[in-house]
């Protein structure tokens, strides 16, 4: 259905892009529905046929962050990671959006030190770390934030592997022109069946290129990874690798609290969750050879991973009993500054099913 | 036009509340709109003539801490602050949520002191400051945020001013049923002229209750706090002297960073505006007699800012000179984590006028 979709700026892309989306999530405080956020979702197989959707699978989406499983493919098929030695936590840390503890700066800044790097090398910037732990930690320590506890330090240090292996020049491994986000560029349109040459661009928070694609491509692209059967051989390999390597180690993925981490642990990889910036997030679930894919309208992650876990109740991929432990994610309360809860977070009533 | 409306669960009023308010704030990364926020706002004076509006000003919303100018009210009314001689810096703080920098949490401590009073009696919770400065001085003394750091410590610090003008217990004074909530609540009946008996009800995230009331009657409320010539004298009196704090001491109402701090400000109290969690804004216009009420549907405060920005542009409180010093608040630029701007905030195209 989305194969070679003409994507770029259709005479009608600008009203699609303003119809309203439905109502997915709802923020209650006390008697009322304080907020709502909008959205739209695609379920869709490795055909591209869409099992469950609200709103338009056409709007275009950057997939930010979510398609970094996607991305970690070139380490494997490039032979970076077979050269390089790469290990299960370290492809999971190619895929991932981490909190920075150290656990996940360590492996990395472990990981450039046998390509002979360091942390200088990564072109991402610097930010404190997610966990607050970690975060206060350096602070009290006096020291500054480096490259790797930007979490996506992981992604950003499979790209020097990959670009080692191909003979690139390492410096400069981040612009659009440079052989590695070539070699990225060409497996999103490959993945997600269609051509972004003309698509819109912009720069992610790490300094990538991002691409514009419609919301069921990316859907598509992560189903494939769910089920690459119709994909040649060496892609079969490296989707399998990777997927491995993030049901073998959650923890990479994310971090402890994090919902990527508990629901790839809770459903032992059945469900391969990956969140993006502003309000996207994205699924490959193996045994089901599905994809899922959403944007939040607004970019508001809160109501991304309630949408999220909705789905994967819906399709049967969380049970009553990992639903009841999983609980404080799939529906959070919203507590006030003494801990009383005094409101939560669900999903809409007439959520779309 | 809202004296007195009947606002409680009416039968259109889920319906209404769902239907979507118009797209007022893009967010652009590179050449696409990534993320959008709807939202409501009204214009009105101090007879509720509405002169502006987009959405439906009849939607509910509770007014969180846009409401504090209206509270403090409370403060100069009873007495309490000529009783313990409160500073414009007081006033303001009472108006306040504060970034919790020494300035805003030593003079709310000073302030208790004089009333033989510590933080340990503010009931408002804890919180680190939001100014980072001050957080990580925090973190490093290895201290935790006591409960003056709160954003709202000087609020409470008003009300316990205010219990102890009533004889009113000071334990408990957050509760629906004490009397520093009960004359808190006939202000807003009264400024916003409606009946809140009904209304839904919630707790704020500093521990107090609050009502929900249409988008219009808050934008009422404000409008009579700028132009109080229709209210008794008393009143009249309070709303000059909170409005004149509030615009002598810009600093204390939030930081020196800050939308309403660089606001009030740059307008010299022109326009005092104040924020409220979820994506609500409040504005006083004391020259013009109007007041201003917005809520961002999704609760977003990058989208509450722009739009109430766009509105004080629109209504001449921001001239051209104003607004060129302003742009980084007006349209705040979206940066990578190595400093390089990447997409913007901004009014959508299209924005009701």
């Known amino acids: 259905m989305y194969q070679n979709s003409a994507h ?10 303003e119809a309203a989306s439905p109502v997915l999530v709802e923020v209650t405080r006390g008697t009322l529905v304080e907020s709502r956020h909008r959205g739209a979702f695609a379920v869709c197989d490795a055909e591209g046929r869409i099992l469950h959707q609200a709103g338009d699978p056409e709007r275009l989406v950057y997939p930010r962050s979510a398609i970094k499983p996607l991305q970690a493919l ?22 991932a959006s981490h909190d ?3 656990l996940h700066s360590e492996a990395v800044t472990a990981w450039l030190g046998r390509l002979g790097l360091s942390p200088a090398d990564l072109e991402c910037g610097s930010h404190l770390p997610y966990n607050e732990a970690a975060a206060h930690a350096l602070i009290r320590a006096g020291k500054a934030p480096g490259p790797e506890h ?31 986000q070539q070699t990225l560029l060409g497996i999103l349109e490959q993945m997600g069946g269609l051509d972004l040459r003309e698509a819109p661009r912009g720069i992610d928070g790490c300094g990538i290129p991002q691409y514009a694609m419609p919301l069921g491509n990316l859907a598509l692209a992560m189903a494939r990874l769910a089920d690459p059967a119709g994909q040649p051989e060496r892609r079969q390999a490296a989707c399998l690798r990777i997927r491995a390597a993030m049901a073998a180690e959650p923890a990479m993925v994310a971090g402890e609290r994090r919902f990527c981490t508990r629901i790839i642990r809770s459903t032992n990889g059945r469900a391969l969750v990956k969140t993006g910036a502003e309000g996207v997030y994205g699924a490959a679930l193996p045994e089901r050879g599905l994809g899922i894919a959403l944007k939040i309208e607004d970019g508001a992650g809160r109501a991304a991973e309630v949408v999220m876990g909705r789905l994967l109740r819906r399709l049967g991929l969380i049970s009553e009993a990992e639903a009841e432990a999983l609980q404080p994610i799939l529906r959070p309360s919203i507590r006030n500054r003494v801990g009383r809860i005094v409101g939560e977070i669900r999903a809409a009533e007439g959520f779309p099913e």
Chains 1, 2 share one sequence.
């Open 100 to 102: 920075g503890e150290p």
């Open 8 to 17: 770029s700026a259709s005479p009608s892309s600008k009203a699609r892009a």
């Open 150 to 180: 930007n979490n996506c330090s992981g992604k950003h240090a499979g790209f020097l592997c990959v670009a080692r292996q191909l003979g690139a020049p390492l410096e400069g491994y981040i612009d659009f022109g440079h052989p590695v």
């Open 74 to 95: 070139a380490l494997v098929e490039s032979g970076a990671a077979d050269a390089f030695g790469c290990t299960p936590a370290e492809l999971a840390l190619a895929c």
